[in-house]
């Protein structure tokens, strides 16, 4: 092994390790194959995305109500609040189907540069007045 490694200039570990690998893949040495191993890579790496995306909805279900108003102001003032803690395209793609809201980050970003609607501006006066008279 050690005048193999050096004809090919890497370390002789390196090529034990290919060999241990090699026989645990043919069924030679008990051990997690190559493909088993790049399997459960797969799955902590799908296991890790999907309590990320379980975060978010936890706190999405806290912070956006359902039959909002207003609900791209509601994303909005979500993704703003919890950018820093789960990114704001995980957010988006998270929330983009269930919440209605944007499918990217770019989405998000084009509503923030947009001026808010007349209509939205009223709806918020309105809201204000309403809540005002029933109390």
């Known amino acids: 092994m050690k005048k193999v490694a050096t004809k ?11 060999k241990r690998q090699s026989e645990v893949d043919s069924g030679l040495r008990p051990g997690l194959s190559s493909l088993e191993h790049d399997e459960v890579r797969r799955l902590r790496r799908e296991n890790a995305e999907l309590r990320k995306a ?12 359902p039959n909002s108003i ?5 994303m909005i003032s979500f993704i703003d609040v919890f950018r820093d803690r789960f990114g704001v395209e995980r957010i988006c793609v998270t929330l983009g189907a269930t ?5 990217t980050s770019r989405g998000y970003r084009a509503a923030k540069r947009r ?19 029933h109390e």
């Not at 090919?8 to 290919?18: F, K, T």
């Open 54 to 65: 379980n975060e978010v909805l936890k706190s999405a279900s806290a912070f956006l109500q």
């Open 115 to 133: 001026p808010t609607s007349a209509r939205s501006v009223q709806d918020e006066l309105l809201i204000g007045e309403v809540t005002r008279l």
């Open 99 to 103: 919440e209605g809201g944007f499918d």
């Open 8 to 18: 090919l200039g890497i370390s002789p570990e390196a090529i034990r390790r290919w």
């Open 70 to 74: 207003a609900p791209v102001m509601k």
